[in-house]
């Protein structure tokens, strides 16, 4: 027999002993024909009689061609089958390809583009011919998955948490009325914007083709971030006895246009390059002026996870850019229509401007309500200068990251 992984057009023999055709002989015959190219010849070395009729009629249901039988001097018979064209086309095998040296995964290049019809097969599986075609659309490689994408699915295994043990929750403590509204407001703000990160990228999930499955999986940790990050920040609103607070219309309205986003490169583009990379400057922040351990450590741990994110966000746009020149002007078209949903709104909402500002005054008093608006509008050129540089890298011009920055949502997501 030929050496397993090998495919021939030439002949194969087995030996069948005295199996019959449904007592065992299948789970010989039908890997040695998988080993053959079509047209390829098995020699099946038997000594059960029943074979010689069944063999034949296994072979017509199964579109092989069976070439008859001879017989041989000690006992057996001989029988040849032909490999038919209708069946599971050859192509290298698994055990054929070496590991990477960090992953558990089969290095199989990603195909440029994608077949439907391979369903749910995984990379690098041999596909019988003859099944549904599936609903996929997202099956170009270079609108779908950037390079590094394996890369950030590790770090993103690596690197979850637990919301409630590596939070230290009961280091929560009593703050000043005004501080406690205020850090209520802001985690209010935060899981609503959340929510939208964990709804936009779900939509896309069942549109990518598994050929690019390490984008689906990448996806797929980012959703479980984000109802973690949602966890966290509910929990905190609510563990000083300060609650939630105000859902405002310019938020409603800026993370419905996130929703409503049909294509996967505009979505990761507006949702995570623009919206979570400024939400880094803002988590930032919040660690920064938080009153108590929790809530740093929970804003701090948010951030690493947005920061993965923004990453996948920056590559996915760079890579489709790099093979589209087109997609710059779709993307700050995508921008400026957002920015036309929001025309009326009049800057930050009330409520998370108001609510910032305490936080890093640290109370109500005057001197430090000054402080505390410094921080803010400070934070403000932050988040514009870091957007322009993310663009930059992005590969856009200094003119268009300036106008693309300064359309951003007043929402920061």
């Not at 986003?261 to 990761?268: H, M």
Request: glycine share 8%; aromatic share 6%; net charge negative.
């Amino acid at each position: 027999m030929t050496t397993p992984g090998a495919a021939s057009t030439g002949a194969v023999a087995i030996e069948g002993g005295d199996l019959p055709l449904g007592g065992g002989l299948l789970a010989l015959v039908r890997p040695a024909l998988d080993l053959l190219e079509p047209g390829g010849v098995l020699a099946v070395l038997s000594l059960s009689p029943a074979v010689a009729q069944d063999l034949p009629a296994w072979c017509r249901l199964e579109r092989h061609q069976y070439l008859g039988s001879e017989p041989l001097p000690d006992g057996r018979t001989r029988h040849l089958v032909e490999r038919g064209t209708h069946s599971v086309p050859q192509g290298p095998r698994d055990g054929s390809i070496s590991l990477p040296r960090r992953a558990g995964r089969l290095a199989v290049p990603m195909p440029e583009h994608a077949d439907p019809s391979t369903g749910f097969a995984p990379r690098g599986a041999r596909v019988e011919p003859g099944g549904p075609v599936y609903p996929f659309s997202l099956l170009d490689r270079d609108r779908v998955a950037p390079p590094e994408v394996s890369q950030l699915y590790d770090q993103a295994v690596a690197s979850q948490w637990d919301a409630t043990r590596d939070i230290p929750w009961d280091k929560v403590k009593p703050l000043p009325p005004a501080l406690e509204q205020a850090l209520g407001q802001i985690m209010t703000f935060l899981a609503e914007n959340e929510l939208s990160a964990l709804y936009v990228p779900s939509r896309f999930l069942p549109r990518i083709h598994p050929a690019y499955v390490e984008v689906a999986m990448f996806l797929a940790s980012q959703l479980a971030d984000e109802a973690r990050h949602i966890d966290v920040f509910l929990k905190r609103a609510r563990a000083g006895g300060g609650g939630l607070g105000v859902s405002s219309v310019t938020t409603s309205q800026s993370l419905l246009s996130l929703l409503q986003l049909e294509d996967f490169t505009e979505a990761a583009f507006l949702l995570s390059v623009l919206g979570e990379g400024t939400f880094l400057d803002l988590l930032r922040y919040i660690e920064r002026y938080a009153p108590d351990e929790p809530t740093a450590e929970l804003t701090r741990r948010a951030r690493l996870d947005e920061a993965r994110h923004v990453h996948f966000g920056l590559a996915h746009t760079k890579h489709a850019l790099s093979h589209d020149p087109t997609l710059y002007g779709r993307l700050e078209a995508a921008v400026r229509r957002r920015a036309a949903t929001l025309s009326n709104a009049g800057g930050v909402p009330a409520p998370i401007q108001d609510s910032l500002t305490i936080l890093a005054a640290g109370g109500a008093d005057p001197p430090s309500v000054a402080r505390g608006h410094q921080a803010f509008r400070e934070l403000l050129e932050t988040m514009h200068e870091q957007r322009v540089k993310r663009l930059l890298t992005g590969g856009f011009t200094p003119k268009q990251a300036q106008a693309i920055s300064d359309l951003h949502t007043p929402n920061f997501m």
